[in-house]
């Protein structure tokens, strides 16, 4: 299977995000020494569901994914998965139970190859050859399938990118988290992986993802949450939290990209 | 579109380079064949050899730097020695066992210690592994210098043994084999670990601890892992070094060079491939050998002149001069 090429990004989600929360965070605020990074955010994720997240540089959206999936240590709240409680789960067990993240700054294994990179993701499911078969057919799914033998350390930005949603995918998770993903791709770029995030929502997959590029958030989020300075600034459908003044002020008086 | 069309896809599972195992284990099969003579040699190298190989499970693999792997031959040594010895062996079991009952049970021991040590230690991030090696081994040669258990600071002597698959196990002729199946056995195991997950995590782990747990990797448990088949080998080596030696003291088997000769041995070799600290083990007994002639105990100048050439030149080790794209474990082929 190849990329959907050149999908035209469309003003509405395509889709219906449906059933009871497969992630709820309730309350999570993140300190570190004295900087609160994160205050008291709030937010729930069905399967199918995009949640936009977006806020200015040093908002604490990384922080909040780190949260989240288990990087560092919440200082307050509550995370459940699947109705169990994840407070304290290590990010290994969080993998393990279906949540799968990408990294702002992409982390492949440089010595390893492309294919051995998501190899390394397929062993959490599959063992010996169906691994390896698996990992092949998720690069087939992120059009990286012809890069496969060749080193991680070679890959461009945008394959670096796909390689981060490759590892990713290959966990087979129920949640995903896209640390900006799509922040760097020249436009092309940027429209296939639009489309593939689509296409996955569509599949079940409950999605957060953060994004500087409003027109990104506006596309595809089913739901968006505005941080800025660790705080919840605004939140709800995203051209209601788009023409927010409070967001955009943060925006306006932000040097973003 | 037929399947003739589609191309082949590329292949991660693979065993690494065989090839150069089984020119090793050639190598090592003629050897016999060509210097009878030398048996003492050959069996010290081989033993060696297969401890180097051990050492990297750990050391490569899952890149943490042991000295302290002493301790473990010590303890495959002393198990064997102590339980073959009438006088030696714990009432309880009754009389003296045969050296593989012996040799089993010290690795058992060595693997429960590793267990319980790497748990611990590997918690913790950066050089606390490496810095309890040095430490566990300076305990353990303590107690085996100061306990009567052990022969105290005069060390064991090796008993009459039974024989072991109608092999006299004082025949330098059969301890040689033994320690060609010592070496071959942990080139399997790292050709084995080489395709497996856990070898595929352990490379994981070593790059980016973070990255790895994210792909739902515990780091520590496949470092406690790769520590205890290490752990195993190295107690096997001791078990055959002991029965090679015929008696030892703690001074000589115990102390602190004999854990850097093996850390040494798979570093300069390369721990970046398969057979690297084998062909390390080898190359640096047939330096030893041949300039011991020129100059009497220069083995320590030796190695520190290796070692300096090595990070200077070949920081991937000798046989990371060989091998062009592929340097590291995961990628050499
Ligand atoms: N480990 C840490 N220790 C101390 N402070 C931290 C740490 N991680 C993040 N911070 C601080 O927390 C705040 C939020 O950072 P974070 O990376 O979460 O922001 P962000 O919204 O992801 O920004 P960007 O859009 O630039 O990626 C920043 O002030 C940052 O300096
Ligand atoms: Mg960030």
Redesign the interface.
Known sequence: MTLPSLTPLTSEPVHAPSGPPLLEASGITVRFGGVTAVKNISLAVRPGEILGLIGPNGAGKTTLFNALTGFVRASEGRVTFDGRDITHAQPQVRAKMGMARTFQVERPFEDLSVLENVLVAAFLKHRGRAAENHAYDVLERVGLADRAAQPASQLNLARRRRLELAKALALEPRVLFLDESIAGLNPPGQQEMVALIRTLAQSGLGIVMVEHIMHVIMSLSDHVICMAFGELLAEGDPHDVAAHPDVIRAYLGDDHD | MTASVTPA?????TFGNVWISLALIAVMAVYPLLFGKSMNFGVSTLIFAGLAMSWNLLGGWAGQTSLGHAALLGIGAYTMTILATPERVPAFLGGPLAPWWGALIGMALAALLALVWGSLTFRLRGSYFTLSTIAVALVIRLVAINSDWTGGSEGLFMPELPRFLGLDLFDRQAEYWLAFAFVILTLIITHAVRRS?LG??L??VR??E?????????PTRMKVIAFVISAVLTALGGSLYAIYLQAFEPHTLLELPISVQIALMAIIGGRGSIQGPAIGAILLAVFGEVFRTVFANANLLIYGVLILAVTLYAPDGITGLFTR?G?????AR
């Open positions: 896809r590329p292949r991660a599972l997950r595929y995590a490379q994981a790059e980016d973070d990255g790895a747990r994210a792909l739902g990797i515990d794209g340097r590291k474990l995961g990628t």
